[in-house]
């Protein structure tokens, strides 16, 4: 107002005095309009005003959220307690019902609307959850705000955070939980000493570092599911596959990384084979799966599907940075003649015959180049077994 009444003075009693008439008094009149607006402005927001700012550092300093509105919800006052978890401002509207439909509400909302919307002067609580960066539990609290004619003008919310409070019980709960549950140690100590022997079984049969079976369990189990797969007439297969210079990897890197190799490196197989597929760790680095039910062509599939999973495996074995790649040599015996129904007689001698067959066709695979498959041809004959190799790779088996 000041620069607007001085840059009209100085627009028409200078620049254009030669044509118009002078009229003073611009800029003083610019001046007491001035002074006018700022005793307007101090008047209306009480800046000088003690009582207003001791109630306004009263009501910022209570812990409770306290918010005041008028007979029409509009909102008059809100502290800073309040507008920590709230955004709310002076001036906006508050629906009560749009508010508790954004909150959780412990118990019925509708008893707390009906006391709202009561002219007496009576307390309605509840308890509410605001769920914001966590969840804080609130008593909320409403109480009207009635003239000396006792008419209903506002009302006055309080918000009082009994967070803590409700930890501390669900602390308290939990701990009588814990005291309900040693009531019944005695059965559950039971069916923990019933689980450790199942897990004592396990452990029996279980490699503890690759968490594969054993070659204990191997044996137990293809002796029966061999005599089961010759009365039938079922074909099945073996695959033997050793990882190629372990030995430097343990010599470079240490033993600890070569466990991890071993063990990636059997998760790797496990995630490529069915899921009656049966993998074994059969000692060292050289592992042994059973399958069930499988020719040789899909036998020869599922193989190099273990190889191109196990190289595609790549591995950190140096300070988070240097990776290494794992290949592996894999030798297949697969049985579908079963012209020699004499070996159910002694079929411990004919494991250990598909073993050794299955093991010189690994053996092949590394005298070839390593990273490939070979086969093994199988023949039984009543005075003993034969066997030879034969080799498969495709064009992508070896790097």
Known sequence: MLFAFAGSDALLNVVLSEWLPIIPGLTSLGIFLSDLFFVYVIKKYNVFDLVYIAHEDVINTIPYGILVLDENESIVEVNKALQSFIDLHVGD??????????????????????????????????????????????????????????????????????????????????????????????????HELSQA?????????????????NRRYLTQHLTHEVITNIHYKTPFSLILFDIDFFKAINDRYGHVKGDEVLYRTAQAVKQSIRSTDILTRYGGEEFMIYLPHTERQLAKQLAERVRLSVESNHIVVEHEIEQVSITISIGILSIEDFDHEHVLDNPEEYLIQLFAAVDKALYQ??????????????????EGYSYHTRNYRNSYSRK
């Open 93 to 190: 509207h508050f629906d009560m019902e749009a508010f508790l439909g954004s909150v959780r509400v412990e118990g019925s909302s509708k008893r707390f609307l009906d006391h709202y919307k009561q002219k007496e002067n009576t307390l309605s609580p509840m308890e509410i959850i605001v769920e914001r960066d966590s969840a804080r539990h609130f008593i909320l609290q409403a109480s009207p705000i009635v003239d000396s004619y006792r008419m209903q003008i506002g009302h006055i919310l309080t918000f009082q955070d009994v967070s803590q409070e409700r930890y501390l019980v669900k602390e308290m709960n939990r701990q009588n939980e814990i005291l309900q549950e040693r009531n019944h140690s005695l059965d559950r100590i039971r």
């Open 197 to 213: 022997n199942r897990q004592l079984e396990e452990l029996v049969l279980t490699d503890s570092l690759t968490n594969c079976y």
């Open 365 to 382: 695979a590394k005298q070839n180049g390593r990273n490939r498959i070979e086969f093994a041809e199988f023949q039984s004959k009543k």
